[in-house]
């Protein structure tokens, strides 16, 4: 069982910037792929970024390239996102996600455990 925490969410002015956390547990963080996804109200949960094990390849989707980056710490079992020049449209609730395999993909049903989610939200 691998447990997944997020932290980091909050209310921001449009153009502002957050930095999402979130925690794995196990002493194989090093093998998972991770991923952050969001849902809004009314809407289908939605692939936001990807990071292979190693961190050497990332993902987005097209409404964030430019804006935000997804990182990992290894030695802290750590994957960050950071967000910047956010908009109003930006506003969910971002969950991060493990992948017990080694290469990230944009597809919730590939992961295999999921944090409880951390409130986001943008004003105009």
């Known amino acids: 069982q691998v447990q997944v925490v997020e932290s980091g969410g909050g209310l921001v002015q449009a153009g502002g910037s957050l930095r999402l956390s979130c925690e794995a547990s196990?002493?194989?963080?090093?093998?998972?792929?991770m991923g952050w996804f969001r849902q809004a109200p009314g809407k289908e949960r939605e692939f936001v970024a990807a990071?292979?094990?190693?961190?050497?390849?990332?993902y987005y989707t097209d409404s964030v390239k430019g804006r935000f980056t997804i990182s990992r710490d290894n030695a802290k079992n750590t994957v960050y996102l950071q967000m910047n020049s956010l908009k109003p449209e930006d506003t969910a609730v971002y969950y991060c996600a493990v992948r017990l395999g080694v290469v990230a993909t944009t597809k919730p049903r590939d992961y295999n455990y999921w944090g409880q989610g951390t409130q986001v939200t943008v004003s105009s």
């Open positions: 196990g002493r194989t963080f090093s093998s998972y792929a």
């Open positions: 990071i292979s094990r190693t961190g050497s390849s990332t």
